[in-house]
């Protein structure tokens, strides 16, 4: 008679050898996965293009003029679409932003692939712009808002329409804790108490203005404006210079009208 064969649940030596191969699979699929997402350094950028040619622009002539007008300071970042990554756990995968336009300061102004909240010793944008478009206009004024008063803690917060039929443009301050609207000045302007600066619509642009209320130029601006003093400088020396040979004309007419008369002129 034929022994009755044993029935067990314990695995073969082969399905054992398979499980842990497939663990292992696991284990290195999930480690290169974190591996991806955690790089605390050195990491790019990763922003659309912006939408129109109006929204390049812009954002190119809010950092042109910027630059230009403390291109003697040595304290600050200015940046344009530019991801800012802010994940507590240091990944390139979950929590980030891109404004459009940014300015962080009391930090070093040296190039960045991106904004790495962890390598900046925690710091934020001191002010951000977002300039509205028909896509984004409603995360703008809600969820960037939000997200830029609680958890950036940004101290002062614009966005702007480049559109020429729009052209809207606010400005908030961080007040215990909620933004609250920069109120706005006789010209239209909103001060920004961080920059030191007024900004405003000028030219169905938003530019910048300083605080007695000059037009901060950009650098072609500048450069022609220079041209025109020079060349007005100079003009207004000719006019000087051609006024005195006249009156030196009309003195020597004088001096010889009067010496015909008998009259020594250096008596008088």
């Not at 239209?188 to 605080?211: A, C, I, K, M, T």
């Not at 100079?234 to 004309?249: D, N, P, R």
């Amino acid at each position: 008679m034929t022994p009755p064969v044993a029935i067990t649940n314990t695995p073969t030596v082969e399905a054992s050898s398979k499980d842990r191969v497939s663990d292992e699979h696991v284990l290195i699929d999930e480690l290169a996965e974190e591996s991806a997402a955690q790089l605390p350094s050195d990491l790019y950028s990763d922003e659309p293009p912006l939408e129109t040619t109006l929204h390049l622009r812009q954002m190119m002539l809010l950092l042109n003029c910027l630059d230009w007008i403390w291109k003697d300071r040595e304290d600050y970042f200015a940046a344009g679409n530019l991801t800012v990554y802010y994940s507590p756990r240091k990944r390139k995968d979950e929590d980030f932003r891109g404004p459009d336009f940014f300015v962080a300061l009391d930090t070093q102004p040296h190039p960045r692939k991106s904004w790495m909240v962890w390598e900046e010793d925690g710091k934020y944008p001191n002010v951000i712009v977002e300039l509205l478009s028909d896509s984004t206009a409603d995360v703008d004024r809600d969820l960037k808002k939000r997200l830029y008063a609680e958890t950036f803690r940004t101290p002062e917060y614009f966005w702007f329409d480049p559109d020429p039929e729009s052209l809207e443009f606010k400005g908030f301050a961080l007040v215990r804790g909620k933004y609250q609207p920069i109120d706005t000045t006789k010209e239209g302007w909103l001060w920004s108490e961080q920059l030191q600066l007024h900004l405003g619509v000028y030219d169905s642009q938003l530019r910048f203005f300083e605080p007695n209320g000059d037009l901060v130029p950009t650098p072609d601006e500048a450069a022609i404006l220079a041209v025109e003093k020079t060349v007005a400088a100079e003009e207004t020396a000719a006019t000087a210079e051609k006024a005195l040979i006249s009156e030196q004309q009309n003195s020597a007419k004088l001096a010889e009208k009067l010496r015909e008369l008998g009259i020594d002129p250096d008596t008088i």
